[in-house]
């Protein structure tokens, strides 16, 4: 299986903060991932899909980039409904692996 | 408006079975593939299993693989995932993802709770 690693697991910010999430591949995905968010209690939202395709719906200040193995999203002014967990997750093969989840908290 | 809703959680011992059904609407469900992810408490996404629009290809994850069984009835709109054999591992919340056919999952359901326990 394809391994997802993300970094940091927690992030402190504040509001209006641009914050940076790196999600990295055991193993070339090319552009086959996707970004969620998922608040306590909830189900996961996709924010982000094929690298950096954002949802219809999804606020501009989320973005995504990379390929092959190293992946970022970012969140370019941090506002009070982003303090959520934050999972990127490949789909480049049928047994879809997610990263372990980052935290993005109040500092 | 895409609703996912799952249902069949239940407390049940080790060794036993459980049903779960996940009921859509708000789109054409026999247009897209389905798949099954779970997150155990306080830990990360699983996916489990996935079934394509029509129901004739299935995916495993080997932690479950020989155990839980997907399955759909597109006449009922509607996703099953048969678990048999559960052990205390298995215990989480199950989701219902949509898949557009590109692997990323662009709906879920609310998730249902099973807990494994003696």
């Known amino acids: 299986d394809i391994q997802m690693t993300q970094s940091p697991s927690i992030l402190s910010a504040s509001v209006g903060d641009r914050v940076t999430i790196t999600c990295r591949a055991s193993?070339?995905?090319?552009?086959?991932l996707a970004w969620y968010v998922q608040k306590p209690g909830k189900s996961p939202k996709l924010l982000i899909y094929?690298?950096?395709k954002l949802k219809s719906g999804v606020p501009a200040r989320f973005s995504g980039s990379g390929s092959g193995t190293e992946f970022t999203l970012n969140i370019s002014s941090l506002q009070p409904d982003d303090f959520a967990i934050y999972y990127c997750q490949q789909h480049s093969s049928r047994s879809p692996t997610f990263g372990q989840g980052t935290k993005v908290e109040i500092k | 408006e895409v609703q996912l809703v799952e249902s069949g959680g239940a407390l049940v011992q080790p060794g036993g079975s459980l049903r779960l059904s996940c009921v859509t609407s708000g789109f054409v469900f026999s247009s897209f593939e389905m798949n099954w992810v779970r997150q155990a408490p306080g830990k990360g996404l699983e996916w489990l299993s996935y079934?394509?629009?029509?129901?004739?290809?299935?995916y495993y994850a080997d932690s479950v693989k020989g155990r839980f069984t997907v399955s759909r009835d597109n006449a009922k709109n509607s996703l099953y995932l048969q678990m048999n054999s559960l052990r205390a591992e298995d215990t989480a919340v199950y989701f219902c993802?949509?898949?557009?056919?590109?692997?990323?999952?662009?709906?879920w359901g609310q998730g249902t709770l099973v807990t494994v326990s003696s």
């Open positions: 993802a949509r898949d557009p056919a590109t692997g990323e999952f662009d709906f």
């Open positions: 094929k690298a950096s």
């Open positions: 193993q070339s995905i090319n552009s086959w």
């Open positions: 079934i394509n629009n029509r129901g004739t290809t299935k």
